[in-house]
């Protein structure tokens, strides 16, 4: 049963001239400047390349650090302070796009990946997917076709989880890097209704308190498929963009918290903070087959939450009534907050 740290999906076919870079890295204000279109007050920028008139121009590398740690780099063609041309680009939580620039947008054709490895291959315009483009979803289906301010528009095909195939579908997607519904009835997924708590099984010492290891929870981590109520289903049936309104997608028959609360609790003998992004392939038997990583912390932290994940038993998926295969994902966000 395989465990792969870090999806093929994920690889970008963009060849960087990185020969040419200068080895030492500047503070953008002390040499070249930058001029980036989404630039913050606060923002540590730094340029690794040349200059022409004062600006970071030719090929090289930007590194943007946010004012709340999130980082941002490009690789590629820049001029006049701003990525222009060829250029490759990878910003928080785990997004990535390999392609064209203009005035600092992606513009043109490229290919980007987001967090849990769904893949679009189109068209861009003014940093927005428009025009023609295909998305595969690392949970099943894919759209080919039109679109317009970053969603499909409706004019395309889409090929569901269970393989049906729909053609002209309307189609309601959020914006590029989010996760949300895809159906021919174009309806929103809905929001969860509270957010659920896991709780250690003892309290710390010196208080008859349980302490919370894993917070925000769209559903609750005890309750199996079957226990959770209507809305509740919905939620999790909408993390799946092309999931058909027949077929219901797999679960642990025990709920996600033994593998959370499981994966958390190694976390804390050695900790690393940040995202974690997998996605379980469950078989038509409900067992586990393969796990990619997308993003992680730390490598040792995705090897044994693949290896938690892989041995929890799952609720197969049901196509057209019956029972198929189907992939499950975990995500979660290691943080230094203390509760």
């Known amino acids: 049963m395989p465990i792969s740290p870090r999806a093929s999906t994920r690889v970008l076919m963009l060849p960087l001239l990185l020969s040419l870079l200068l080895p030492l890295a500047v503070r953008s204000e002390e040499a070249c400047k930058l ?14 390349g040349p200059c022409k008139d004062g600006y970071a121009h030719g090929v090289g590398v930007i590194e943007k650090r946010t004012t ?24 928080y939580p785990g997004h990535e796009y390999g392609g064209e620039f203009r005035d600092g947008l992606r ?11 769904d893949r679009y291959d189109g068209q861009w315009k003014a940093g927005k997917r428009e025009g ?3 998305i595969v979803y690392t949970l ?6 039109e679109w317009k301010n970053d969603r499909p528009n409706g004019n395309g095909v889409a090929l569901y989880s269970s393989g049906r195939r729909v053609g002209a579908v309307a189609v309601s997607q959020p914006a590029d890097g989010e996760q949300g519904k895809v159906s021919a009835a174009a309806k929103a997924p809905p929001e969860p209704s509270r957010e659920h708590d896991l709780k250690a099984e003892g309290p710390r010492l010196g208080t008859h308190i349980p302490r919370k290891v894993v917070t925000g929870g769209q559903v609750p981590f005890k309750a199996s498929y079957e226990q959770l109520s209507e809305q509740e289903r919905a939620v999790v049936r909408g993390w799946y963009p092309l999931l058909d309104p027949a077929d219901e997608p797999p679960y642990p028959l025990l709920g996600n ?27 038509s038997e409900g067992k586990a087959q393969s ?48 509760f």
């Open 140 to 145: 099943g289906g894919r759209y080919d076709g």
């Open 68 to 91: 709340d740690v999130n980082t941002w780099r490009y690789e590629g063609m820049v001029e006049a302070g701003r990525p222009h041309g060829k250029g490759y680009l990878m910003y």
């Open 291 to 338: 796990v990619n990583v997308y993003v992680t912390p730390d490598p040792k932290l995705s090897e044994m939450a693949g290896f938690i994940a892989m041995n929890e038993k799952y609720k197969p998926a049901r196509c057209s009534g019956k029972p198929c295969a189907m992939a499950f994902p975990y995500t979660m966000v290691f943080s230094r907050s203390w």
């Open 35 to 48: 001029a980036l279109p989404d630039a913050a007050a606060g923002d540590d920028m730094r340029w690794q």
């Open 257 to 283: 918290g033994n593998v959370l609360g499981a994966i958390q609790k190694i976390n804390a003998r050695d900790p690393a903070f940040g995202l974690l992004s997998m996605v379980v392939m469950i078989d």
């Open 107 to 117: 513009d043109g054709t490229g290919t980007s990946v987001n967090q849990v490895g």
């Open 132 to 134: 023609k483009g295909a």
